[in-house]
Nanobody, 126 residues
Framework: QVQLLESGGGSVQSGGSLRLSCAASGYTYSSFYMGWFRQAPGKEREGVAAIRRDGSTNYSDSVKGRFTISQDNAKKTLYLQMNSLKPEDTAVYYC????????????????????WGQGTQVTVSS
């Protein structure tokens, strides 16, 4: 059974940094893609960053230039480095995966993913 476990959330002041991790387990497929989403209170879940099977990346306009997505395939771990954080980045952050994958990935739409983590809270104070 596929499991995604996020860690690294917390509280930080505006302008600070956090690094989220997502440890994946329970699958043997080599074909997959992953992404990060977030959901603030009263708002819909939005895609913030995604990584394609070839390692190329895609970001939402709201985080481009501040967030960096990366992955360590050997460790089956996905990362999100978040710099220059703003209060509007406050949300629950979710790791997502499509396993197995039949396309290249890089999607910021939630419907393109079939496995989700439980989420980790990120709070940015002004």
């Amino acid at each position: 059974q596929v499991q995604l476990l996020e860690s690294g959330g917390g509280s930080v002041q505006s302008g600070g940094s956090l690094r989220l991790s997502c440890a994946a387990s329970g699958y043997t497929y080599s074909s997959f893609y992953m992404g990060w989403f977030r959901q603030a209170p009263g708002k819909e879940r939005e895609g913030v960053a995604a990584i394609r099977r070839d390692g190329s990346t895609n970001y939402s306009d709201s985080v481009k230039g501040r967030f960096t997505i990366s992955q360590d395939n050997a460790k089956k771990t996905l990362y999100l480095q978040m710099n220059s954080l703003k209060p509007e980045d406050t949300a629950v952050y979710y790791c997502a995966a499509r396993i197995p994958a039949y396309s290249s990935g890089g999607y910021l739409g939630a419907v393109m993913y079939n496995y989700w983590g439980q989420g980790t809270q990120v709070t940015v104070s002004s």
